[in-house]
């Protein structure tokens, strides 16, 4: 069964640095999508990401964050200046039609110390 | 902005007893998914839903779209072990096309 990878399941940063979050799609997929989870909390929207283009973002979506697809398969997540409060799980997920059966990947542990 | 309420919280069952959880909120939603997340894992989509009224059934699993579009259920018959984990009900609501909103999610614990 097709699946949506991320890489890597950890990453652990020092405050300031960037981080590139990972993530390859399942192949037919058109939307793409980036949620984060503090530890105990909610999913949170970050970003949606269709026809090469940013869709829709949040307020966490700030000036640090950028997303890219730098070719067919990957789409990232990119931190520029990593903060303590960056730190949780973040989730690649995409889907064939809009907000339609979003397929997340396992996620990545961002730790920012 | 907009919010689900999940409820409940958490819940103690006893293999084989049925579960049942919501969500609600005070505004229009075009769809309601509902999602299983296990320790350590990503989000798994359990049951999908685009109509108001739609009753949807995946193996034991039941869930339905409320006719106000603001409420969302969830049913599980004759729960065994492996359906611990904790279920989130996200939707989308009408003023996004792309944003999901998520409920808190309950955590299901079976009592051996």
């Known amino acids: 069964e097709p699946e949506v990878t991320q890489t890597p399941s950890h990453q652990v940063t020092q405050m300031g640095q960037e981080v590139i979050l990972r993530c390859v799609p399942i192949?037919?997929?058109?939307?793409f999508y980036w949620y984060r989870q503090i530890l105990g909390q909610k999913v949170e929207f970050l970003v949606s990401f269709y026809n090469n283009e940013i869709s829709e973002k949040s307020e966490i979506f700030d000036d640090q964050f950028s997303v890219e697809r730098p070719d067919g398969s990957n789409f990232t997540l990119k931190i520029r200046s990593t903060k303590l409060e960056d730190s949780a799980m973040y989730f690649c997920?995409?889907?064939?039609?809009?907000?339609?059966?979003?397929?997340f990947g396992s996620g990545t542990q961002l730790s920012v110390l | 902005g907009q919010q689900l309420n999940q409820s409940p919280q958490s819940m103690f069952i006893q293999e084989g007893e049925d579960v049942s959880m919501n969500c609600t909120s005070s505004s229009i939603f075009n769809t309601w998914l509902w999602y299983k997340q296990d320790p350590g894992e990503g989000p798994v989509l359990l049951i999908a839903?685009?109509?108001a009224g739609e009753l949807t059934s995946n193996g034991r699993l039941t869930a339905q779209f409320g006719i106000t579009r603001k409420d969302s259920f969830l049913n599980i018959s004759a729960s065994i072990p492996s359906d611990v984990g904790i279920y989130f009900c996200?939707?989308?609501?009408?003023?996004?096309?792309?944003?999901?909103?998520w409920g808190a999610g309950t955590k299901l614990i079976i009592k051996p």
């Open positions: 839903l685009y109509k």
């Open positions: 996200a939707g989308q609501f009408m003023d996004s096309n792309y944003q999901l909103i």
């Open positions: 997920a995409s889907s064939e039609a809009e907000v339609e059966k979003l397929f």
């Open positions: 192949s037919n997929h058109l939307y």
